[in-house]
């Protein structure tokens, strides 16, 4: 006989929550490099990234905008285990900010796009319109916001892995369970 494996019986991150988490961290695994590497890539496909970047961060705004009226109407399970203030000061700051960060994101990437005269197509198909217009100056700054925000939430994930990975490996309790 197989052996297999059971999960622990914890109180987890309903649906809804789980699905919108990885669902992120899926586009977030695309936007990001998408967005790394557009100034190395040949002219003839440079607009296509752009566009999938674009498009994929636009997502990424709206699936975080629903994280956050999912999480505020359904508050986390409890923590199955005990942690020092100082840790879950540092856990809730990492998630706050991960929230910010990555509603800020786009939105700062979206203005960028329209202050350089680029208004966001939605994969190329769906025109979406632009608050700002054209403006050389203002995205700049933008640029460098997002661009900064970027390597901010790079990270944060760092940090927010390697907390899952200090909860399941060192402790050994049953946190990352919650989310899966």
Known sequence: MGMRTVMPTIER??????????GVVLLVVVVFPLGAVIKFVKDDV????????????FIVLWIMLARLAVRLSNPPPPHPSTMSPFLEKVAGSVHVLLYVALIAQPILGFLMTNAYGF???LFDLVPIWSPIGKD????GYLKLGHVALGWAILALIAGHIGGALYHHVIRRDETLYRII
């Open 13 to 22: 991150y309903g649906v809804a929550q789980r699905l919108l988490h990885w």
């Open 136 to 139: 050389e100056v203002l995205a």
């Open 46 to 57: 440079k607009l296509s990234f752009y566009m999938l970047h674009e498009s994929f961060g």
């Open 119 to 121: 208004p966001l197509r």
